[in-house]
């Protein structure tokens, strides 16, 4: 298998550091003692990330060299368009940080507004694209407006940019998992069959005779239509030679909760994934377990949360993933403990399982390790799977990770109501 490139764009080691003498003057309008410090991280193409800052009071002081606020994973695509230049830009596009003091929002009813600080930039450059490690910033840089008629210097951010190969393994199933389809690696316009997947599921009687009539379609095990209970779902996943190396199947059926006609949180549904057992031929080793239900709201999404079965951690499950779905839309899900950390610290309502679990996590593995793109409920998904090469040392762990893939989709469908209504269209139809 060969893999496709990527780089990784990191920044980490975010400190801010404002001379005494302009935390008293009273001119500054910046009042860092008593206000939190963010910043916004931005990058053409790229969604906005924002993180918070810590106050360095000791000039001595450096913060963890280690530490990582943010991420952005480049293909060779992004960074073309991000060497060309724009519409609006006569430049190569830039990686900018702007640093505040402050939140947004209102206090007492009256509105409140964030002070910038200061913007740090860097210019995107053709280095970028070389393929190997490189440090592009690492230090304090001055970012505030100093104080030219009393000679005080402005605030100082300490900053590491970092640039690290992290080529990838792209995947994608070329049908609807319940067809039992081919999985493929791509590699530019090429496609090289890897897998095969084998969808079944228990046999479960009609319980409508005109189910068809109902949903529209010849296949009624599509929709589900009035069942009270999805279970018995399996796929296989088979390498070229035939033999099963990975699969997923339910253990917890997804069943509406009291009193609605949804999988709920209180009772989620689970799959099981396993792998085979090399000490017991003929026998499956647990790996991990994926749990989904459905969140009721304006937009309705999926909730998938993924637990390593890992002896070593203490109750044997280490929480490796939560993320929620659009049901409409679809989505991504992801395992990237980066990101992940990140998005649990800034949610304003934490998971009961959480912050505690990732920050755990983060001694285990760090950075991004997998992501399965779907489509929403209805819709003909056909999951595009990206592997980090370093997490995958045989065919068979990328296997691991396709009947993980193919759980995450059919979630999306045994997630959806139960109770549906009698489409006119199809009627006619027949």
Not at 40 to 49: A, H, V
Not at 82 to 87: I, K, V, Y
């Amino acid at each position: 298998m060969d893999p496709q490139a990527f780089i990784r764009l990191s920044i980490g080691s975010l400190g801010l550091r404002i001379p005494g003498a302009a935390l008293n003057s009273v001119n500054s309008g910046i009042h860092v003692v008593s206000s939190p410090c963010s910043c916004e991280i931005r990058l053409r193409g790229f969604p906005m990330q924002t993180t918070p800052v810590p106050l360095v009071t000791s000039p001595e002081a450096t913060p963890d060299s280690h530490s990582i606020a943010s991420s952005f994973y480049l293909d060779k695509s992004d960074l073309k368009a991000l060497l060309a230049p724009g519409c609006f830009y006569s430049t190569h596009a830039c990686l900018e940080i702007a640093v505040f003091s402050g939140r947004k929002g209102s206090h007492c009813g009256v509105g409140t507004k964030r002070q910038q600080i200061g913007t740090f930039k860097l210019e995107v450059s053709p280095e970028w694209g070389d393929g190997r490690p490189v440090i592009l910033y690492n230090g304090w840089i001055g970012i505030g407006k100093s104080k030219q008629e009393s000679g005080r210097p402005g605030a100082e951010l300490h900053l590491r940019v970092k640039l690290d190969p992290d080529p990838r393994y792209v995947f994608q199933f070329e049908d609807v998992t319940k067809l039992s389809p081919q999985i493929v690696q791509l590699q530019g316009s090429i496609k090289q069959p890897i897998f095969s997947c084998k969808f079944s599921r228990e046999r479960v009687p009609q319980v409508d005779p005109l189910s068809t009539y109902w949903s529209g379609s010849a296949d009624s095990s599509g929709l589900e239509i009035e069942r009270r209970e999805r279970k018995g779902w399996k796929v296989k996943i088979h390498d070229l030679s035939g033999s099963a190396v990975a699969a997923a199947f339910i253990t917890t059926p997804f069943v509406p909760s009291t009193g609605c006609d949804w999988v709920a949180r209180s009772n989620p549904g689970a799959w099981l994934i396993v792998r085979p057992d090399v000490c017991r031929p003929e026998s499956w080793q647990p790996w991990g377990k994926l749990e989904a239900w459905r969140e009721r709201g304006i937009r309705d999404s999926v909730c998938c949360r993924f637990h390593l079965l890992s002896e070593g951690h203490e109750g044997g499950e280490l929480l490796m993933s939560e993320i929620y779905i659009n049901s409409e839309k679809g989505g991504e899900f992801f395992i990237d403990t980066d990101r992940q950390m990140r998005e649990a610290a800034a949610s304003p309502i934490p998971s009961p399982q959480s912050s505690g679990d990732f920050a755990a996590l983060s001694l285990v593995v760090g950075g991004f390790v997998m992501s399965c793109r779907v489509q929403g409920e209805g819709k003909s998904s056909k999951p595009l799977v990206q592997l980090a090469m370093r997490h995958v040392t045989c065919v068979e762990d990328a296997a691991i990770f396709m009947a993980l893939a193919a759980a995450v989709n059919l979630s999306i469908e045994a997630c959806r109501p139960f109770r549906r209504r009698i489409k006119r269209s199809s009627r006619h139809s027949l």
